[in-house]
């Protein structure tokens, strides 16, 4: 099993930052891909970034060139920082691991963009 919490949500104003954070514990070993999702109300989730484990590195066009998806494997930690924060990025984003083909989810944190 593999547990998920994730941090660093909030309420930031549209221009503003944010630094989401990952925790993974549990059975880590085998550990492929890492990803942050979102879902909007009345939205389906959507990928945001993900990072494999050779750090190869995917972004959703719609936040290309100000979102960040980084991991510290020696902590067993996923971050995502965003800039220049928009209305449209207001979401829960979680967090998401593939271990051995299995898809394991954080219980997501809200992140709210005031225009």
């Known amino acids: 099993q593999v547990q998920l919490v994730e941090s660093g949500g909030g309420l930031v104003q549209t221009g503003g930052s944010l630094r989401l954070s990952c925790a993974v514990s549990?059975?880590?070993?085998?550990?492929?891909?890492m990803g942050w999702y979102r879902q909007a109300p009345g939205n389906q989730r959507e990928l945001v970034a993900r990072?494999?484990?050779?750090?190869?590195?995917t972004y959703a066009d719609s936040v290309k060139g100000r979102f960040t998806i980084s991991r510290d494997n020696a902590k067993n930690t996923l971050y995502l920082q965003m800039n220049s924060l928009k209305p449209e990025d207001t979401a829960v984003y979680y967090c998401n691991v593939n271990r051995n083909g299995v898809d394991y989810w954080g219980k997501g944190t809200l992140i709210t963009v005031s225009s």
């Open positions: 990072i494999k484990s050779a750090g190869i590195t």
């Open positions: 549990g059975s880590t070993l085998g550990l492929r891909a």
